[in-house]
């Protein structure tokens, strides 16, 4: 059973920025897609960016150019964010799936990132 835990959530202005990290309970960032996902009060749980083992990064149109996701090849994934707007506010996970074409089996418990205006 892969575990997973985020940690550096908060609350930040508009304009300023965030990093995200997830430590996974074991090496297996070098093998599954990992990804970021984020759920607003009231709406879907959305993919927010994901990396795959090849470094291979992809991006929601919302965050493209503010966000960076990275990896290192043992336990750790990270999501660097600026340019934070109200609308980024939202529980931010962590999770890892065999491929970045499937819907991720394990999660993290998330983090919160408040961002005001």
């Known amino acids: 059973q892969v575990q997973l835990m985020e940690s550096g959530g908060g609350s930040v202005q508009a304009g300023g920025a965030l990093r995200l990290s997830c430590v996974a309970s074991d090496a297996v960032s070098s093998v599954y897609c990992m990804s970021w996902f984020r759920q607003a009060p009231g709406k879907e749980r959305d993919r927010v960016a994901s990396i795959d083992r090849f470094a291979r990064a992809t991006y929601a149109d919302a965050v493209k150019g503010r966000f960076i996701i990275s990896r290192d090849n043992l336990k750790r994934l990270d999501l660097l964010m600026n340019s934070l707007v109200s609308e980024d506010t939202a529980m931010y996970y962590c999770?890892?799936?065999?491929?970045?074409?499937?819907?991720?089996?394990?999660w993290g418990q998330g983090t919160q990132v408040t961002v005001s205006s």
């Open positions: 999770a890892a799936a065999a491929s970045c074409d499937i819907y991720p089996q394990y």
